[in-house]
């Protein structure tokens, strides 16, 4: 007898969702052949019902969104007044692999960075949108042009990822469903495969690529440059939606997003922060229901080419319309960047050190100071209250004196430095560093090894800020990003200790960026150190010479 197909969906649906996967595998077991086809009916049974809940489930969806398109018109007249502050007409551009071709020809990775992001947030000038609108409101950008963004990545790249690289179900990859106000994950164990991801989007189902600069070389280089604009990791995620459907509940996340809408279309709403404590959050929010978030401040359907910017906190959702799929990426950055972030190191350093080195922190609390201070004594009008508040409040201000800012922001450098992607060489970067050295195997023999580097050659650091000295209170450590993966911490943090005589070099090369400096010109006792010390830099990819080698 013929078995009926069972869709991926359907087949995660029989499991249970409720519990995670167990962590441990359990033991082989042979198969049951005959207890499969005892329970054949059972199956199909539960498919068909399944199958049944799904489509209604999406025609009841479709009837709603086919009330969201045709208030589409309306949306656009009834918040003309409200958008004239958020959204920008933008322009045509340029395409995308011709700036980045372009870009390969700047000289300052620095003067890339802004370049770059200039071109995905236009027609905004970027000091304006720094200066009014990055972490305060959401903006919309609408260029009526579909090809803005086109190569920057696709549902053919998508697939293609699928067929070529191991995506991960869970590290790579998310099937999520959102319906009658319940968010689900559909993950299956192992890697994700054509045959069942494609057939969980036919379901429905929503999938999320989580770390496409890991797979499509022009979301690494995009990254990659944009991270010197943050000076904070960018990081992406890849949006699929099927028409008609919604992936995700309302909720608010603790990054900045750029939503990028790559192909098709989708209708977003974004809503303030609902309290004070919720702006500007440490942590993302868990799901919403559609009750507890109010109305939209904006409402919109963004289309091919568009561009929307809302700040951490604000709370949003999208969903697709019955006619068109929605292919988007979110470019985001600035999580744990905060001031907050940089006093969480600051202030117990700085207490550590005055407490060596200032007695009034070393001198023991009042004998008595239990029976008026603590929770239980809050209300009591004591004088001792307020003598006991005044020394916390000298105390606190003496801390600042012993505050070690320069060494905190160091531990946040060497903690930025470890997130970054590596830099995508230029052909003439390729060229003139380690990756395109010449050594190789010919003719029965190794060929033109070593470096050739001399005190006449011309140098420097292979971007602005790939790299960094970074002081432990003990010894001074050269942090640095050429040896870093495109998976996000895959490598142990990079970096290695710099004798102390080299640190003024290391510095001099640094500041001297983007000039080419010769080796003589280091700032060394000898020749000879000078050599060795670009020897070892160029050998860790952190220089590059001004002419091939």
């Given at each position: 007898m013929e078995r009926k197909h069972m869709s991926a969906f359907a087949l995660y649906q029989t499991l249970s969702v409720d519990e995670p996967p167990p962590v441990k595998k359990p033991p082989p077991q042979v198969p049951a052949k005959k207890k499969k086809k005892k329970e054949n009916g059972v199956a199909a049974n539960k498919v068909n019902t399944l199958k049944a809940q799904m489509k209604a489930e999406r025609k009841k969806m479709r009837k709603k969104l086919l009330r969201s398109a045709q208030m589409e018109e309306s949306l656009k007249g009834n918040t003309e007044k409200?958008?004239?502050?958020?959204?920008?007409?933008?322009?045509?551009?340029?395409?995308?692999?011709?700036?980045?071709?372009?870009?390969?020809?700047?000289n300052n990775s620095r003067d890339r960075a802004s370049q770059l992001f200039q071109w995905l947030i236009n027609p905004i000038p970027a000091k304006a949108f720094f200066r009014e609108t990055w972490e305060k409101k959401p903006i919309?950008?609408?260029?009526?042009?579909?090809?803005?963004?086109?190569?920057?990545?696709?549902?053919?790249?998508?697939?293609?990822?699928?067929?070529?690289?191991?995506?991960?179900?869970?590290?790579?990859?998310?099937?999520t469903s959102y319906t009658n106000g319940k968010r689900k994950t559909h993950n299956p164990p192992g890697?994700?495969?054509?045959?069942?991801?494609?057939?969980?989007?036919?379901?429905?189902?929503?999938?999320r690529l989580l770390n496409p600069q890991a797979f499509s070389s022009t979301v690494w280089n995009v990254l990659s440059i944009l991270q010197e604009q943050?000076?904070?990791?960018?990081?992406?995620?890849?949006?699929?939606?099927?028409?008609?459907?919604?992936?995700?509940a309302p909720h608010y996340d603790d990054i900045e997003a750029f939503v990028v809408q790559l192909e098709g279309k989708k209708h977003w709403r974004v809503y303030n922060p609902r309290t004070d404590d919720e702006v500007l959050p440490v942590l993302s929010s868990p799901n919403f229901n559609q009750a507890d978030i109010g109305r939209p401040i904006l409402e919109v359907v963004l289309e091919a080419g568009d561009l929307l910017y809302f700040p951490r906190g604000f709370i949003h959702q999208g969903d697709c319309l019955p006619d068109a799929h929605s292919l988007h990426i979110t470019i985001s950055s600035y999580q744990k960047n905060s001031w907050g972030d940089l006093l969480q190191k600051v202030v117990p350093a700085a207490l550590e050190i005055a407490m060596e080195e200032d007695v009034e922190f070393r001198q023991g609390l009042p004998v008595d100071y239990l029976t008026y201070m603590g929770v239980q004594n809050s209300d009591k009008d004591d004088p001792r209250r307020t003598k006991f508040f005044s020394r916390i409040e000298s105390l606190m201000k003496k801390l600042k004196n012993y505050a070690p800012v320069d060494a905190a922001v160091d531990q946040k450098a060497r903690e930025y430095l470890h997130d970054c992607l590596p830099p995508v060489l230029t052909a003439e970067e390729l060229a003139s560093s380690v990756q395109g050295a010449p050594a190789r195997w010919e003719c029965g023999q190794v060929v033109d090894v070593g470096t050739r580097i001399n005190t006449q050659t011309q140098?420097?650091?292979?971007?602005?800020?790939?790299?960094?000295?970074?002081?432990d209170g003990e010894a001074v450590h050269l942090c640095y990003t050429t040896d870093n993966s495109?998976?996000?911490?895959?490598?142990?943090?990079?970096?290695?200790?710099?004798?102390?005589?080299?640190?003024?070099?290391?510095?001099?090369?640094?500041?001297?960026?983007?000039?080419?400096?010769?080796?003589?010109?280091?700032?060394?006792?000898?020749a000879d150190d000078r050599v060795a010390l670009a020897e070892l830099l160029f050998e860790r990819g952190i220089i590059h010479t001004a002419e091939p080698l």
């Open positions: 409200q958008q004239q502050q958020e959204c920008v007409n933008g322009d045509d551009g340029e395409a995308l692999d011709a700036l980045l071709a372009d870009l390969a020809r700047v919309l950008v609408q260029r009526k042009n579909p090809d803005y963004y086109k190569g920057l990545f696709s549902t053919a790249e998508f697939d293609r990822i699928l067929r070529e690289e191991d995506v991960q179900y869970g590290v790579n990859l998310d099937v890697r994700a495969l054509p045959f069942t991801v494609w057939d969980f989007y036919g379901s429905g189902c929503s999938l943050f000076g904070s990791m960018a990081g992406a995620n890849i949006y699929l939606t099927p028409p008609g459907t919604q992936g995700f140098v420097r650091v292979l971007r602005a800020g790939c790299a960094r000295l970074c002081s495109r998976v996000y911490h895959k490598e142990e943090p990079k970096s290695f200790e710099i004798k102390p005589e080299h640190t003024d070099a290391i510095e001099f090369l640094i500041h001297s960026y983007p000039k080419f400096v010769t080796v003589g010109s280091f700032p060394c006792d000898s």
